[in-house]
C-alpha cells in the first residue's frame, strides 16, 4: 500500500536505513547539502530533503509513464540486482540487472540487432528448428543464447530508447549515466554521498548499499510508472 503523508514516508525511509550516507572524506561536494550530520563517523542524510526530492522524482518517472515511454531500471551492485528485477517485474519495464553493456543507448541499433539473433534463436528453438543440427552445434547454440540472455535478456522488449533511465547508484554505473547524457535520456538516480548529483537530473539522495534502502526506493518508482500507466490505459477506455 502506498505512503501518502510525509511524515510516514520519512519513518519508512529511516526504518530501511537510507538515512546512512559515507563517510565524510568519500563526499561529493554535491551532496553537501543533503547531509543533516555525522554519527560514528558517518555522514547522514536529511530524509526530509531525500522525501522532497523522491517525489519530484517520481513525478517525472509518471510523466513518462503518461507519454508512452519506457523506463529502464538499472543496477549492478549486488545488494541491488535483486531489488532492481523486482521493480522492473512489477512496472513492466526493461531492466539491466547486472553490468551495463556498453553501447545500449549510444550504438542501440546494433544493439537491436544482436537481441534480435537472441530471439531468432529462441524461435528456432521453441519450434523445434534446432534438431536439423548435429548435437555439438546444438550445444553451442544453447551456450549462444545463455550468453546473449544474461546480456540481453532484461531488455528484448525496449524497442527504442526509453524515456527515462532508473540508475542505483550512477558512480558505479557511470558509464550507463554518461550514455544517457549523450543520447538525452533523462536520468533518475538513487544515489549516495559519494556520488556526482549533477550529473543526474532526478537524484535521490540516499543509502544505495542497503538492499533494504534500495528496494523502498526502486519499489517507489515502479509504483509511480505503474499507476501512470493505468491511468494513460483507463484514459483510453
Not at 213 to 236: G, I, M, N, P, Q
Request: glycine content about 8%; aromatic content about 6%.
Amino acid at each position: 500500500m502506498a505512503i501518502k503523508d510525509k511524515t510516514s514516508m520519512v519513518d519508512a525511509m529511516f526504518k530501511v536505513g537510507a538515512h546512512f550516507g559515507l563517510s565524510k572524506s568519500r563526499r561529493h561536494p554535491s551532496t553537501k547539502n543533503f547531509v543533516f550530520g555525522i554519527k560514528n563517523k558517518i555522514e547522514i542524510i536529511d530524509l526530509e530533503k531525500t522525501h522532497d526530492a523522491l517525489e519530484k522524482a517520481k513525478a517525472f518517472v509518471a510523466s513518462v509513464a503518461a507519454s508512452g515511454k519506457q523506463a529502464l531500471f538499472v543496477a549492478g551492485k549486488s545488494e541491488a540486482i535483486a531489488a532492481v528485477k523486482a521493480a522492473a517485474g512489477k512496472a513492466g519495464q526493461p531492466v539491466v540487472g547486472g553490468r551495463w553493456i556498453g553501447g545500449t543507448f549510444t550504438n542501440f541499433g546494433q544493439i537491436r540487432k544482436r537481441i534480435e539473433i537472441f530471439e531468432n534463436r529462441l524461435k528456432e528453438r521453441e519450434k523445434g528448428d534446432l534438431a536439423k543440427y548435429t548435437k555439438k552445434e546444438r550445444l553451442l547454440i544453447d551456450r549462444e543464447i545463455a550468453k546473449l540472455d544474461t546480456l540481453f535478456g532484461g531488455i528484448v522488449a525496449m524497442k527504442e530508447k526509453p524515456g527515462v533511465l532508473i540508475v542505483v547508484d550512477p558512480k558505479k554505473e557511470e558509464i550507463a549515466v554518461e550514455e544517457a547524457r549523450q543520447s538525452g535520456i533523462p536520468v533518475v538516480a538513487i544515489a549516495s554521498t559519494d556520488c556526482n548529483l549533477s550529473l543526474v537530473d532526478f537524484a535521490i539522495p540516499a543509502n544505495d548499499a542497503s538492499a533494504q534502502s534500495v528496494a523502498f526506493f526502486l519499489d517507489e518508482l515502479a509504483r509511480a510508472y505503474s499507476e501512470a500507466k493505468v491511468v494513460k490505459t483507463e484514459a483510453k477506455a
